[in-house]
T-cell receptor, first 115, second 112 residues
Framework: EPEVTQTPSHQVTQMGQEVILRCVPI?????FYWYRQILGQKVEFLVS????????KSEIFDDQFSVERPDGSNFTLKIRSTKLEDSAMYFC?????????????FGDGTRLSIL | DAKTTQPNSMESNEEEPVHLPCNHS???????IHWYRQLPSQGPEYVIH???SNVNNRMASLAIAEDRKSSTLILHRATLRDAAVYYC?????????????FGKGTLLTVNP
């Protein structure tokens, strides 16, 4: 069964540094998402992406965050200047035709640790 | 968005059926009921969804009350691998993004 893959599985970064989290969604999917989960807390929506642009973003997704689909297969989340509070699991998800409420398929996440 | 209410935790024995309840008394007519689960150290995983009628798939069954104000996810024979946090999420038909809004969910413990 096709799956969403995320790399790296664990990223350790110094505060203030830029970090890029990478995702390879399922190949025929059209809708892409990033979520995060701070340890012990709920999974939180960050951003959705469709047709090469952001379709919705949450309050968490401020100017320090950006997303890109650079080559038609990868989907990346960039944090420009990381803060301690950015430490979390980051999950990428993809879905087919949302008009039919296709389920979202999640990767196993990248654990981001900010020192 | 309509809110869902789930018990914080439930316990079951292996190979027994499990009924996970969800209350959504303010559900609107265009809200679909989705269930996801999150196994330890993994990303969320889609389980099942429905609108009005009961639904079955290889993972579970979804029983929806006639007034749609509650639903129950049924695992017919729990296995140790079913130990996870189960989330009941409402998604409104007609939107374009279908972002998932996760609550705290129900932590299911399965005893051997």
């Amino acid at each position: 069964e096709p799956e969403v893959t995320q790399t790296p599985s664990h990223q350790v970064t110094q505060m203030g540094q830029e970090v890029i989290l990478r995702c390879v969604p399922i190949s025929n999917h059209l809708y892409f998402y990033w979520y995060r989960q701070i340890l012990g807390q709920k999974v939180e929506f960050l951003v959705s992406f469709y047709n090469n642009e952001i379709s919705e973003k949450s309050e968490i997704f401020d100017d320090q965050f950006s997303v890109e689909r650079p080559d038609g297969s990868n989907f990346t989340l960039k944090i420009r200047s990381t803060k301690l509070e950015d430490s979390a699991m980051y999950f990428c998800a993809s879905a087919g035709e949302a008009g039919q409420l296709q389920p979202q398929h999640f990767g196993d996440g990248t654990r981001l640790s900010i020192l | 968005d309509a809110k869902t209410t789930q018990p914080n935790s439930m316990e079951s024995n292996e190979e027994e059926p499990v009924h996970l309840p969800c209350n959504h008394s303010t559900i609107s007519g265009t809200d679909y009921i989705h269930w996801y689960r999150q196994l330890p150290s993994q990303g969320p995983e889609y389980v099942i969804h429905g609108l009005t009628s009961n639904v079955n798939n290889r993972m579970a069954s979804l029983a929806i009350a006639e007034d749609r104000k509650s639903s129950t996810l049924i695992l017919h024979r729990a296995t140790l691998r079913d130990a996870a946090v189960y989330y009941c999420i409402l998604i409104r038909r007609g939107g374009s993004n279908y972002k998932l809004t996760f609550g705290k969910g129900t932590l299911l413990t399965v005893n051997p």
